[in-house]
């Protein structure tokens, strides 16, 4: 296992662990203090599965350009709502929307070491060919230059 993906090892245990969060919340129907129940749900629901489909595609992010896109724009978008997110239910009341800023904070800089030392660079999004590259068996992996 390279250097990228044990952080992308530890972003997605962090994004879990947000994700289990809010599902908890969302099956013990308990809203965040100061917001109504479906306004709570709903802000839930989506974060919950925007942390989950980032976490998932830090995973394949070298086996498919879409799951290459989606981790690169969910490992900026996603921190950033997690931050925000911390600051408004820690407004509303909640004293654990503190944790959901440390948590984003750290899942920024994981995130920036999964992607730095030309990582984008090696996924299938900016090398359409790198899945044919990355391929046992191939004629460029073998080395016949294809």
Known sequence: MDRHSKYALVATALFCGGVALEVARLLL???WP????????LV??????????????LWFRHDSIVAARMAWFGS???????????LVT???GSRFGLGYVLVAA?????????WDRGERLSTPADAPDHAARST???PDAMGYGV
Not at 34 to 41: E, K, L, M, V, Y
Not at 44 to 57: D, E, I, N, Y
């Open 90 to 92: 820690h407004m509303g």
């Open 76 to 86: 900026f978008i996603a921190p950033f709502v997690m931050f925000l997110h911390g």
């Open 136 to 138: 046992p068996g191939s």
């Open 106 to 114: 750290l899942l920024g800089l994981a995130l920036t070491r999964v």
């Open 29 to 31: 129907n308990a809203p």
């Open 44 to 57: 839930s629901g989506a974060f919950g599965s925007l942390w989950a489909l980032t976490a998932v595609s």
């Open 34 to 41: 100061g917001f109504s129940t479906w306004i709570s749900h």
